[in-house]
């Protein structure tokens, strides 16, 4: 799923800034044919949620109906053309001019629909009717109240199964845009390393047609490398050698220009340009390697959240969040829970930054009611998040859940007695799904290890598909609660005992204590500034120790919203490093100093 461009054989607008808006409570607006257009009753921003636009409506998750109008400009005619919505949360329906487009499920990833039947030269109206509701057989799934096994057992409202607030709406950029009839579809770039050589292995696919010649180019740092491709089909393959290559490293984000264009009878009919980076990333022992070199992840899970606009595209916001990370030390973050924007994508490649891309799928669990839909669901977003982030080398590894509720009651029980683990501890259907999940990621990309982040521990029999193990795990606040060191000593056991059933490379990938700002004890206390550097401190120091852990993910770097709980003052999760607006608390300069090598043991 390439991004929309403009250049001399494309055209794109983005239809950003303020749209018409209804809410429709009493889902009369299907009856009422609003698809063919409404009376406006709000203004919205898009891209933004909706939840903090508006007085009285923050935690409505029902139905509502998004309007605009465009015209288009002149050099359209006689192309393909097409409406992308970015991100829409949850479910997606959309018309144009009257007519009905299609629906899209699930909330973090791209959809495209062809639009050059209905589209008209002036006067469109496009009309999005967006549902938010949580239900349990959508993927994070919701309102589980009362249902024993598949969710933590916390009250929240509103009733999700994950821990932060379910903003709704159109999130990331509308994008209409063109392609010509004969164009490139899809660009698949894997990379590889012969020596001081960079091997950059380029697939082409295109629209049916008759042949052309496919023309690659790739530039950049001294080098100038193309090759013709005859493409009598709809796939082609090149394999382009780069002589001493500038590698993509943390240090050293050295990018390349790919550039390819098709050409009939000596013209251009159709280009695009693609940023690459040169690198591999395997998995071998115990170790993760980044162009053959081990590598250690030290960095944090963050959430796409910020005050007014929720979960909607903020650029500023990603360049600050970024600024962040580079100052305290990190080189890597995980998309918790849920694809992040292609901007931020983007900037990882360019700033150096491995990213552990994630599923949506956060707090599934694995019984009967709409097992089999989220299956599906799963599978789609798998699908859906590696055509989109496949050529990012920013991206080292694929995460298909968070904490799913895998564990069977009976054996959860036994473990958190005493770490006893018993025959078949996973529900088999949760076992199964994870099996299919993971073939498919190493079916789509075969370049890039697979993880699942789990908070089941040992218990975790899923963990046998991956290559690398990820816990969450917080020994020291929601268990041995106030006593760091009694945390540490179970935290310790219990990543020994992980390693020992599946030993493969081992990463921390959540770990971390309520904070709230401006609290400070001593000695240090639950909630303080002080317990949360202590707590950070000693963690990293035992992950530090152990040459099978390939690092640390904090949770997390800034504070943000949550829904009302009564362990969520203000409902907010205040383990952020930093403060929702970016301040940096205690624990930031501590962790600053061990990761950059200024703080001794």
């Not at 950003?16 to 919205?44: K, L, Y």
């Not at 796939?235 to 943390?250: F, I, K, N, Y």
């Not at 959860?412 to 990621?441: G, H, W």
């Not at 303080?528 to 120790?545: G, H, N, P, V």
Request: hydrophobic share 40%.
């Amino acid at each position: 799923m390439l991004y929309p461009q403009s250049n001399p054989c494309r055209q794109m607008m983005d239809l950003s800034g303020f749209w018409n808006f209804r809410f429709d409570p009493a889902n009369e607006g299907d009856a009422q044919q609003w698809g063919a257009g409404f009376d406006p009753v709000e203004i919205i921003a898009v891209p933004a949620s909706w939840n903090d636009q508006f007085e009285d409506w923050r935690d409505y998750l029902g139905t509502v109906w998004y309007q605009t109008t465009f015209d288009l400009s002149w050099g359209w005619q006689g192309q393909r053309i097409l409406v992308r919505f970015n991100a829409v949360s949850y479910l997606a329906e959309v018309w144009l001019n009257g007519e009905r487009l299609g629906q899209h499920e699930g909330g973090y990833l791209p959809f495209v629909f062809d639009i050059t039947d209905q589209v008209k030269d002036t006067g469109n109206v496009l009309v999005a009717r967006v549902d938010g509701q949580l239900a349990p057989d959508r993927v994070p799934p919701g309102n589980l109240a009362g249902l024993s096994g598949a969710a933590f057992p916390t009250v929240n409202y509103p009733d999700t199964s994950f821990d932060f607030f379910p903003y709704c709406g159109i999130q990331r950029p509308v994008l209409i845009y063109t392609e010509p009839p004969d164009a490139i579809t899809d660009l698949t770039v894997s990379t590889g390393i012969e020596g001081a050589n960079g091997v950059v292995q380029v697939q082409i696919e295109r629209t049916p047609g008759d042949p052309l010649v496919g023309r690659i180019t790739l530039t950049g740092h001294g080098a100038v490398l193309s090759a013709d491709l005859d493409l009598a089909g709809e796939s082609g393959e090149v394999v382009l050698t780069v002589p001493d290559a500038a590698l993509w490293l943390p240090d050293a984000p050295n990018l390349y220009d790919l550039r390819v264009e098709l050409r009939r009878d000596g013209a251009v009919v159709d280009c695009y340009t693609l940023a690459i980076g040169i690198r591999t990333i395997a998995v071998e022992g115990d170790q993760l390697l980044l162009n053959g070199e081990p590598v250690k992840l030290l960095g944090f899970g963050r959430h796409e959240d910020f005050p007014v606009v929720g979960k909607g595209l903020l650029p500023a916001l990603i360049i600050k969040d970024y600024a962040l990370m580079r100052w305290i030390g990190a080189n890597s973050f995980r998309t918790s829970h849920y694809p992040y924007s292609e901007q931020m994508m983007d900037m990882a490649d360019r700033l150096g930054f491995m990213v552990i891309d994630e599923t949506p799928a956060v707090g599934l669990f694995f019984m009967g009611m709409g097992l089999e839909k989220r299956n599906k669901l799963c599978q789609q977003m798998i699908r859906e998040m590696i055509d989109r982030d496949k050529n990012h080398p920013s991206v080292i590894m694929w995460s298909v859940a968070n904490e799913p509720h895998t564990a069977r009651l009976e054996a959860r029980e036994a473990y958190y007695r005493d770490f006893t683990v018993i025959k078949n501890p996973s529900r088999p259907e949760a076992v199964e799904s994870f099996k299919a999940q993971v073939e498919l990621v190493r079916e789509l990309d075969p370049t890039r290890p697979v993880t699942l982040v789990s908070h089941e521990g040992a218990l975790e029999e899923s963990f046998a598909f991956v290559d690398v193990t990820c816990l969450n795990r917080y020994h020291g606040w929601y268990s041995f609660s106030g006593q760091i060191d009694q945390g540490l000593q179970a935290l310790d056991q219990e990543i020994e005992l992980i390693y020992k059933l599946y030993p493969k490379p081992f990463l921390l990938s959540e770990f971390g204590t309520d904070t709230i700002p401006g609290h400070h004890a001593q000695p240090p206390e639950m909630f303080s500034e002080e317990y949360q550097a202590e707590f950070l401190t000693k963690q990293i120091r035992l992950t530090d120790a152990k040459p099978f852990v390939i690092g640390q993910h904090i949770w997390n770097l800034c504070d943000f919203k949550t829904g009302q709980a009564v362990q969520r003052m203000a409902a907010y999760n205040y383990k952020g490093v930093f403060t929702r607006d970016r301040r940096p608390k205690l624990a930031a300069h501590r962790v600053r100093a061990l990761w950059r090598g200024e703080d001794a043991p």
